[in-house]
């Protein structure tokens, strides 16, 4: 067969014998068809297997994370602590005071912290939003409602 990571080269015998003619114009014709085949010819890559079985395993765990990020990543633990509750907290008051047009909230993927986002950001509207007087930012109280106190601080 033509083809492969190769150089190919056609050698077309034929002869003059009359008895032989039309094996010989048949020999002729197939060498040109045959010279019009282009190769193209590549040297096979060395690959190190070990680097192979690297990036193999990468793309599990990657696709594991997808997939229990697809599911919502809630088998594998309870609900949020009040620690990273709180710390979601300060993460969606910087999101909404910055103005910025590249302002990010990441919230890792997981369908827990996202639903969690979404209670805060309710009690946030609930609560009449984040801007306080003279637009400063109020801190959200642990008891569900923005503010924390009657001197309106954040009950630190």
């Known amino acids: 067969s033509l083809g492969g990571n190769c150089r190919t ?3 077309a015998t034929i002869t003059c014998d009359d008895q032989q003619l ?3 114009i048949s020999t002729c014709h197939f060498a040109r068809r045959v010279a019009m ?6 040297m096979n890559e060395e ?3 070990a680097a ?3 990036r193999l395993r990468q793309e ?3 696709l594991r994370e997808e997939v229990r990020m697809l599911k919502g990543g809630q088998e594998d633990r309870g609900p949020l602590t009040p620690d990273e509750i709180r710390r979601l907290q300060e993460q969606i008051e910087a999101y909404c005071a910055d103005n910025g047009p590249d302002a990010n909230l990441n919230l890792g993927g997981s369908m827990l912290f996202i639903r969690a986002a979404f209670d805060v950001f309710k009690k946030i ?8 007087p ?3 930012i109020m801190k959200l109280g642990g008891g569900g409602g923005a503010g924390g106190g009657k001197d309106g601080g954040g009950g630190e």
């Open 52 to 54: 192979i079985i690297r």
């Open 60 to 62: 599990i765990r990657d």
């Open 37 to 42: 085949v282009k190769n193209v010819v590549a």
């Open 9 to 11: 080269t056609m050698v």
């Open 47 to 49: 690959v190190d297997p």
């Open 125 to 132: 509207v609930r609560a009449g939003g984040l801007m306080g």
């Open 134 to 136: 003279g637009g400063a």
């Open 22 to 24: 039309d094996e010989s």
